[in-house]
């Protein structure tokens, strides 16, 4: 069975760690990359072709970069959002600039089968700019 490739996107070094420790140890799936959200991110994205990125859903450059994909090379992109809850502005940014799913960044460390499945059902979906993102 192939397996799900990930790459994940954000600031926070400890973030990345956590995301790719969670990830990478999954049966399943395959971390493709770890990367801060810099200029360069977007060619590296396009570069190693993952099947889901993750973004930081907390900050404009974050957004910038979802806004691109969407636009440019829509692949299923989760966003760490600071809740998962549908009111939070963060969580309304990314379902409407095209994110699949948003994660509490608070769920990060707690709740690892929770994001591997996430991921692997983000693999699965066709990404478009959509209003019905899953929240969890």
């Known amino acids: 069975m192939r397996k799900v490739r990930v790459c994940i996107v954000d600031d926070s070094v400890t973030m990345r760690a956590m995301l790719g420790h969670m990830l ?3 049966r399943g799936l395959e971390v493709v990359g770890v990367v801060d959200d810099t200029a360069e991110t977007y060619a590296f994205i396009r570069r190693v ?4 990125v993750t973004i930081d859903g907390t900050r404009e450059e974050g957004f910038a970069l979802l806004d691109r994909l969407m636009a ?6 989760i966003a760490i959002t600071p809740s998962a809850e549908p009111e939070d502005e963060a969580v309304r940014q990314a379902a409407t600039r095209g994110a ?3 994660f509490a960044k608070r ?3 707690l709740n690892a089968a929770g994001l591997v499945k996430l991921v692997k059902k983000a693999a699965a979906m066709k990404p478009r700019l959509r209003k019905d993102a899953i929240f969890a």
């Open 24 to 26: 990478g140890d999954e």
């Open 49 to 52: 072709r993952p099947d889901v």
């Open 72 to 77: 440019e090379w829509p692949v299923p992109v």
């Open 100 to 102: 699949i799913a948003c």
């Open 107 to 109: 769920e990060v460390g």
